[in-house]
């Protein structure tokens, strides 16, 4: 017994104070079966989660593979996409998200849901630290899958780690999951193919769409700054990833 190097995930569902019992009852239920799809989701590495109300911690064992080996990488990118499919499926039903994304050492206890270490720590004081709708990683975790991706990836659109202008915190791209199709595919026209979000299928543009429509009717609407900040950030977001896709597609 003791610590172990794994993936730790904390996230946490924003604007649930204001939201009456319906509202909650909805993102709860939405949110707890995303978990289930999480842990049922066959993937090379192992899975664990636990949730209290509207946060949760998801941890992937990374298979035990050396740091400096090639396909640690690969290992935590699949974990990262794994995860992009969540939080594309919590804001679809709109609610936003913000977390953190650390790599170290942590215990865990499948049976009795006991779950510590530094690893842990770190996740959830980054999620303090997003302070906008995004999920952010450790600058070391970050900073490695950021540099990776740009040496073997042209397109912007298709990368699952950006960089925010804001604070140069690196963050999870959560509409990676509209991206993961090949050259061919784009010419084939399946780009805009539509991905299952929870029980329903949305394509980007009906995503974009209802993302979009939400933010700028609260930024219309509500007088809280801290509110309008965050959902001015999702606008810059969808506006820039909507460029991007439109460039790679000319």
Not at 74 to 102: A, K, W
Not at 132 to 147: F, N, V
Request: glycine share 4%; proline share 1%; hydrophobic share 35%.
């Amino acid at each position: 017994m003791g610590y172990e190097k794994k993936l730790a995930v904390f996230i946490d569902i924003l604007g649930t104070k204001e939201s009456n019992f319906d509202d909650l009852y909805k993102i709860n239920n939405i949110f707890h079966k995303e978990l289930i799809r999480i842990k049922e989701r066959e993937m090379s590495c192992k899975k664990f989660t636990t949730s209290f109300s509207d946060c949760a911690y998801i941890i992937y064992e990374i298979n035990d593979l050396d740091e400096n080996e090639t396909a640690f990488f690969y290992y935590i990118h699949d974990s990262l996409t794994d995860l992009v499919n969540t939080i594309s499926t919590i804001q679809i039903n709109g609610f936003m998200c913000r977390g953190g994304i650390s790599y170290g050492e942590l215990y865990y206890d499948e049976n009795t849901k006991i779950v510590f270490g530094p690893a842990i720590n770190e996740a959830y004081k980054l999620e303090t630290e997003a302070i906008m709708p995004r999920i952010i990683l450790s600058d070391e975790l970050g900073y490695i899958l950021y540099d990776k991706e740009n040496n073997v990836i042209k397109d912007k659109f298709k990368k699952l780690i950006r960089k925010d202008e804001f604070d140069d915190r690196y963050y999870l791209n959560f509409l990676y999951t509209f991206s993961q199709f090949d050259f061919f595919d784009y010419d084939e026209g399946l780009f805009n193919e539509k991905i299952q979000l929870g029980d329903k299928e949305y394509n980007f543009d009906e995503c974009y769409s209802i993302l979009n429509t939400k933010s700028v009717e609260t930024v219309i609407n509500k007088s809280d700054h801290k509110i309008i900040a965050k959902h001015k950030w999702q606008l810059n977001y969808l506006m820039q990833h909507r460029k991007e896709r439109m460039a790679m597609l000319k």
